[in-house]
């Protein structure tokens, strides 16, 4: 089979023959096969978006009998990432019957309940909207993808026009219409309109292609986006400048982060006004070529046009209007220019629901805008989760690919604002919205912890991403934040170097923070080591360096954590990981049990003068976690030995034998102490938890 390869410049060829060769004679896994390399290219379709299918010949189980099933994508899922569990197989033939049924477009909605009377294999996802335009088709091997290049077209000013000028009479064409069983009727009529044709370009939608093999229906649909794809090109070097040129100059890159650090916890408390958000920060060529151009201000407001973009993004974005040069140190005069901007912007929204809304509509949802523009700096994106905030702002890149090339073709058509909410307030969409998951306790929440590398600091970093929080892993040791940070799934932690004794790696870390996530909401001091010398032999560099990590530390994160709650206006959690030897007076540590005294009681102070912003501030006291700590490695666990008349292989166990419960404490049981005061006690503050199997002597009351 001759490699295409060379034959696209606009789209990426990926079909391997090896692999595909393997897997030759099972038709669905090479429909699986060519729908995740379709997803791996961004400007093909993005996350979530499109469906593809396949039909083969199966044994009817009841009948014995060989019919027709089709395999497509389910309802939610991604072509990217799919697998078998996220296909429905339904009967074709059941599917077409359904024509004999169908009562026109106020039948819409019943037909979707319909679609389970057609399910052929019983481990079926649930089928989606898309299902029959993809069953009203003849062809085995269906496409229906969402390229920028196929958008630009369908959403040009005399799209039809356009579709025949690029490809002449092998494309068809029809107008928008909202997806469902009619616009499977409509792609049916097309066809027989126009037998012969490769393809069909759907109004403001996407595109369908098909073909007799799987290979040649991926062939094909590469050929088509790359052809609208050459012609939009061309378009462009015609008219010399997109977007009607270059209004305002870009600030270098560190300074765009330097902003983007400052303003992101603001952004981020307007934002969460309804309900809390995780932020994402985007300024690549492409957004900088939009956000800083002239015709920013009369396309912004336009909105987007595929429902696939404006379910994610919301209609349009909020472009603010601060200089990019603007002193973003002074919060509370920022914000006097912020609040106006998102007054007006829900306002804008809440009118849009009013005017659109139908009896039966759903209320309305947050009024917040997704999409955030700051000329000059970058684009913003606010949602419930680091994966969701991500992909809406790759969909309003789409967005601007699609505006480009409609702009280079003809100009640019959004689709009417009721045609828009009819897609965003659909019942289908809503009850899809119900069917999500129910939110982990610290979902929408920011964990910034110290000492992460290993250990205490990344059990506790895992206990919180467990529960559903995104996590920010901080350590001096790089190699030891590489290795624990790719222990995460994607969307769910970051890590920055961080030395706790200087004050400016601390604000570098926490600058990281608010560029990836917005913000930080829960902070925990785990970072610190231990020395356990008798007095006469403890240094002054013994004691500087443990009252530098474990005090000072703690107070510069605190410092700065306070400055951040206070622009998000969200609350938070601080809690310090200190020590029973903060309670408990022992030989052979006066340095170390100062030091841990000093945090819990700084930890009672800042609880009392925080509490004003609503930052609960608590502590955690570990005792005897040797197992998997990484302070037991080397001279401490000797010194502790040494102190007890013991060796030290027999620490764990003689560190269990001496608390009530005779437990060994692992680096997970402080994490579950962390837990509970960041995800139960939210109305407490200023307390202590011992995790240390029970010592008396070191009850706090």
């Not at 604000?507 to 080591?529: N, T």
């Amino acid at each position: 089979m001759k490699n295409p390869t060379k034959n696209f410049k606009y789209v990426d060829y990926l079909w391997d023959n090896d692999k595909a060769e393997k897997i030759k004679d099972d038709q669905i896994a090479l429909f699986l096969y060519r729908s995740n390399i379709l997803g791996a290219d961004l400007r093909i379709t993005n996350y979530g978006g499109g469906n593809t299918s396949c039909k083969t010949i199966e044994t009817d189980p009841l009948t014995n009998e060989e019919v027709e099933v089709m395999w497509v994508k389910g309802s939610g899922g991604d072509i990217g990432t799919l697998d078998r569990s996220g296909i429905a197989g339904l009967y074709t033939k059941r599917l077409r019957n359904l024509k004999n049924v169908y009562g026109g477009m106020a039948d819409e909605d019943r037909m979707v309940g319909l679609f389970d009377h057609c399910i052929y294999d019983l481990d079926s996802k649930a089928p989606s909207i898309d299902t029959p335009l993809h069953g009203l088709l003849p062809f085995a091997h269906i496409d229906h993808l969402h390229p920028d290049a196929l958008i630009a077209v369908a959403a040009a000013k005399d799209s039809e026009k356009v579709t025949k000028e690029i490809w002449g009479d092998t494309m068809g064409w029809v107008p928008w219409q909202r997806p469902g069983f009619d616009l499977g009727l409509q792609l049916e009529k097309c066809l027989a309109d126009n037998p012969g044709i490769r393809g069909i370009v759907l109004g403001s939608h996407g595109l369908f292609t098909w073909g007799d093999t799987s290979y040649e229906c991926y062939i094909n649909s590469l050929e088509v986006i790359e052809m609208a794809s050459e012609f939009i090109e061309n378009k462009i070097k015609e008219k010399c400048s997109v977007f009607g040129g270059q209004k305002i100059e870009s600030l270098p890159k560190q300074e765009r982060l330097e902003k983007a650090a400052h303003i992101m916890p603001l952004l981020r408390g307007l934002c969460s006004s309804e309900n809390r958000m995780i932020g994402h920060f985007a300024d690549s060529d492409v957004v900088m070529e939009y956000i800083n151009s002239n015709d920013l201000e009369r396309l912004a407001p336009m909105g987007t046009s595929c429902p696939d973009h404006f379910l994610r993004t919301k209609i349009q974005p909020l472009v603010l209007k601060l200089d990019k040069n603007e002193d973003l140190s002074n919060t509370e005069a920022i914000l006097k220019k912020l609040e106006p901007a998102f007054k007006a912007y829900r306002a804008e929204y809440a009118e849009y629901y009013n005017t659109c809304k139908k009896e039966n509509s759903p209320a309305i949802r947050d009024a917040n805008p997704v999409i955030i523009i700051y000329p000059g700096i970058g684009m913003f994106s606010f949602a419930k989760n680091k994966q969701t905030t991500r992909v809406a702002s790759e969909f309003y890149v789409n967005a601007i690919n699609v505006i480009r090339g409609a702009e280079a073709i003809t100009e640019y058509t959004s689709l009417p604002r009721q045609e828009a909410f009819d897609i965003e307030y659909w019942l289908l969409e809503e009850a899809k919205l119900s069917r999500m998951p129910k939110e982990q306790p610290l979902s929408r929440k920011v964990a910034f912890v110290t000492g992460a590398g290993g250990g205490i600091g990344k059990a506790i970093a895992d206990k919180l991403a467990a529960e559903g929080a995104v996590v920010v892993l901080t350590d001096i040791n790089e190699d030891s934040l590489i290795e624990a940070n790719a222990t995460y799934k994607r969307d769910v932690s970051t890590y920055a170097i961080c030395d706790v004794t200087n004050t400016d790696s601390i604000a570098s870390a926490y600058k990281k923070a608010c560029v990836e996530f917005g913000g930080v909401d829960i902070v925990v001091h785990s970072a610190g080591l231990a020395i356990s010398k008798a007095i006469e032999d403890t240094t002054d560099k013994d004691w500087n360096i443990l009252h530098s990590i474990l005090v000072k530390g703690q107070f510069d994160l605190a410092k700065q954590f306070s400055a951040i709650t206070r622009k998000q206006n969200l609350g938070g959690d601080f809690i310090s990981i200190a020590s029973k030897n903060g309670l408990v007076a022992g030989p052979n540590n006066v340095a170390y049990g100062t030091a841990k005294a000093a945090q819990q009681h700084m930890a009672r102070l800042l609880a009392a003068e925080l509490a004003k912003d609503k930052v609960r501030v608590n502590t955690v006291n570990p005792d005897g976690v040797i197992v998997g700590s990484k302070i037991w490695e080397g001279a401490w666990a000797e010194g502790r030995a040494k102190a007890n008349g013991i060796t030290v292989a027999e620490l764990p166990a003689f560190y269990a034998k001496r608390n009530l419960l005779n437990e060994i404490i692992t680096p997970s049981d402080i994490a579950n102490g962390v837990f509970t005061f960041v995800g139960i006690l939210d109305k407490s503050t200023g307390n202590i938890i011992n995790v240390d199997g029970g010592m008396a002597n070191a009850f706090v009351r």
